[in-house]
């Protein structure tokens, strides 16, 4: 069993960034892939980044080169970098676990990102 509580979300400008940070509890948070899943108004839930316990990353296409997810298993907490926001980045963004490289058995409650003039 992992609890995830996600921070770090606000009001931005377009092109700004924000980090995102994910603290997990629970046993063997080494051995689980993390993610960071969004979902906007009206929209389903997406995922928008994904990092195996073993390292390898998957990024959905429209993140590539802007996001950046990475990991510290000793402090048992998960990151998202994103740059060069958009306004249609605007969305709740989840942190997720799971067994799978999907990372979707276990979700946060949700940090509020909003890109807007």
Do not use: H
Not at 6 to 31: H, I, W
Not at 78 to 88: A, D, F, I, R, T
């Amino acid at each position: 069993q992992v609890q995830l509580v996600e921070s770090g979300g606000g009001l931005v400008q377009p092109g700004e960034s924000l980090r995102l940070s994910c603290a997990a509890s629970g046993s063997n948070f080494g051995n689980y892939a993390v993610g960071w899943y969004r979902q906007a108004p009206g929209k389903q839930r997406e995922r928008v980044a994904a990092m195996t316990s073993g390292g390898t990353i998957i990024y959905v296409d429209f993140v590539k080169g802007r996001f950046t997810i990475s990991r510290d298993n000793a402090k048992k907490t998960v990151y998202l970098q994103m740059n060069s926001l958009k306004p249609e980045d605007t969305a709740v963004y989840y942190c997720s676990a799971g067994i799978s490289s999907r990372a979707s058995d276990y979700f946060g409650q949700g940090t509020q990102v909003t890109v807007s003039s």
